[in-house]
């Protein structure tokens, strides 16, 4: 590590090898303890700590009288010789456990107020305190390591692509409006006034471009904004690292990602089994309920339409005797011994994925049934149950019925509640490819189809004569790269052909002037000899989070916004003079 003037070694980095040397130091107090003629101070960097001892025999009156007027987070500079601790008094727990620096020198380079929350990684603490303060919040060892931990893993990707002839090319942070499927942060020309450039929702378009422009293999760690609705893993603004490919084919792409991304986990520790599993979308769903499944623990979800086609029970034999409508369930083991209050309450929970109401069967522990819908099932319908779904006492059996996906999508997420419930353990990382995603669905809200991924995505190219005639059974060259249940990252290959990137477009719903309007500048592009591409983005933020084993994406980000999309240090985002938004030409209303 190299050395500065002001120091000459870091905090955590004093061993039982450094005895006898003399030494100087700078950091934060992070304790301070009097022992009435003997002083300790933890004195601590980014790097650890190392334990100061004032002895006024050897630090002298001056220096002593110092080290008995600092206090808490004050920055200070140190000198003296390293000495073994005392025998007995070793802390084992601490890289510099087995030594402490016997001041002679001590310098104030500043004092503190006193902090909101003490420096510690075992306070509770509200995330606003945090975030108004989040410049103290960074000191804490926990919120360092991370900090840490998101540099070495950006460095490491670089590094893996730079390896194998990736270029990074910087994209603007200022263009075009085009739709990506959430609302874009806009910015007012002062130049062209009534005119509006928008933040870059991703460098999409202009990672194709740059594979038109015949820069082959390119990438950039790319922040991105989207005005949209905030959560635990979303952010309006995030960061993205950028891969784009031309001359290539699907497999190529996956291949090449893989490499680059065993690379860098590697860096970090974590060991990605090579090749990934390739799940397909349809088996993803049918299996797990989601796109993104934690294949990690089981709790599969069962198809029981058959043994319900002649139930009693109208809602389940309804839906077993309709097409295009499925009876699934998933098997919560374990929690057919919770109380019936505990059960019901998961209508609840069930209704937030969309369910109206929510079927359960208990096995208890000593034999007996217990269930709403009992009464309404005879002995082959139990039997046919307990066959398709491994029943054994202390079991609970969750159902939904309906429509295939809607009713797949509220077991998936019956699935993680009930994971989380049972505290099921999750060992290590789980790493799969989502393969084979439909081009398009449709869009209730909007009454239109819509991309799937995003609308440059190739189709199969065996389905392009169904592309207007029926939609949504075409599928696509995709892949999302799922990590621990989550989309980590996602790309595909793209439309090089201007005809067919026009009817995808005319598809979504575009007129060819609103088309020409939007993406005018892509199409041309498109008819000077565009190369067949593909690409993919990885959540950074997101993948980040979950090598720290953090809940939250703001755990791994500096500065991040709260969920209301505030920024509780800065105040932002805050009002603006009229000067200025006459510079734009702009009124608040």
């Known amino acids: 590590m190299s050395t500065f003037s002001m120091h000459t070694h870091t905090c955590g980095e004093l061993r039982a090898s450094n005895i006898d040397e003399e030494v100087t130091l700078t950091g934060w107090v992070w304790h301070r303890r009097d022992h009435g003629g003997l002083i300790f101070i933890d004195l601590r960097d980014r790097e650890g700590l190392t334990q100061v001892s004032f002895d006024p025999d050897i630090a002298g009156p001056e220096a002593f009288a110092t080290a008995e007027t600092v206090r808490t987070e004050w920055p200070i500079k140190v000198t003296g010789v390293v000495h073994s601790r005392p025998e007995g008094q070793a802390n084992r727990t601490l890289a510099t456990g087995e030594i402490e620096v016997y001041a002679s020198q001590i310098e104030v380079l500043n004092t503190s107020r006193t902090p909101a929350f003490q420096i510690e990684d075992d306070q509770e603490l509200s995330e606003d305190i945090r975030l108004r303060y989040r410049y103290l919040d960074l000191r804490r060892p926990t919120m360092m390591a991370n900090m840490r931990l998101r540099s070495n893993f950006t460095f490491a990707i670089r590094e893996a692509l730079h390896k194998r002839d990736f270029t990074e090319v910087e994209t603007p942070a200022l263009f075009k409006s085009t739709p990506e499927g959430a609302r874009d942060f806009i910015v007012p020309s002062r130049l062209q006034s009534g005119s509006f450039y928008a933040l870059p929702q991703s460098p999409q378009l202009l990672k194709q471009l740059l594979m038109v422009g015949g820069v082959e293999r390119y990438y950039q760690v790319a922040k991105c904004f989207r005005d949209e609705d905030l959560r635990a893993d979303r952010q309006p603004e995030f960061t993205q690292v950028d891969i784009e490919m031309s001359f290539v084919e699907q497999d190529d792409v996956m291949g090449a990602l893989e490499e680059v991304l065993a690379d860098a986990f590697l860096s970090v520790g974590v060991q990605m089994p090579r090749p990934l599993r390739r799940l397909s979308y349809a088996d993803a769903m049918e299996t797990y309920g989601t796109d993104k499944p934690d294949t990690r623990y089981g709790m599969e979800l069962v198809d029981v339409t058959k043994v319900f086609e002649q139930s009693g029970f109208k809602v389940f034999s309804a839906a077993a005797n309709t097409d295009g409508q499925v009876v699934k369930c998933i098997n919560a083991k374990g929690a057919g011994t919770w109380s019936r209050g505990k059960i019901d309450k998961l209508s609840k929970v069930a209704a937030e994925f969309g369910a109206k109401g929510l079927a359960w069967i208990a096995f208890r522990a000593d034999g007996s049934v217990n269930s709403p819908i009992k009464k309404f099932l005879g002995d082959s319908e139990m039997d046919g149950l307990r066959a398709a779904c491994n029943v054994e006492p202390g079991d609970l059996l969750l159902f939904a019925a309906g429509e295939r ?50 609308p440059f995505t190739q189709p199969e190219e065996a389905d392009l004569d169904r592309l207007e005639s029926d939609p949504l059974s075409v599928g696509s060259h995709t892949y999302d790269f799922v990590m621990d249940g989550y989309e980590a990252g996602g790309g595909g290959m793209r439309v090089h052909n201007a005809e067919l990137q026009m009817r995808i477009l005319k598809l979504l719903g575009f007129t060819e002037e609103a088309a020409r309007e939007q993406f005018g500048f892509l199409l041309e592009a498109l008819e000077y000899g565009a190369p067949p591409m593909g690409g993919f983005a990885l959540g950074l933020d997101r993948v980040c989070m979950l090598l720290a084993g953090a809940d939250s994406i703001r755990e791994v980000m500096a500065f991040p916004k709260t969920t209301n999309g505030n920024d509780l240090m800065s105040g932002a985002p805050s009002a603006v003079g009229d000067r200025a938004l006459e510079e734009v030409s702009l009124r608040l209303l």
């Open 405 to 454: 996906i809607p009713t797949c999508e509220i077991l998936g997420g019956m699935r993680c509640h009930m994971a989380k419930a049972l505290e099921l353990p999750l060992e290590g990382h789980d790493f799969l490819w989502v393969v084979d995603f439909p081009l398009v669905h449709w869009d209730d809200e909007r009454k239109a189809y819509a991309a799937e991924h995003q």
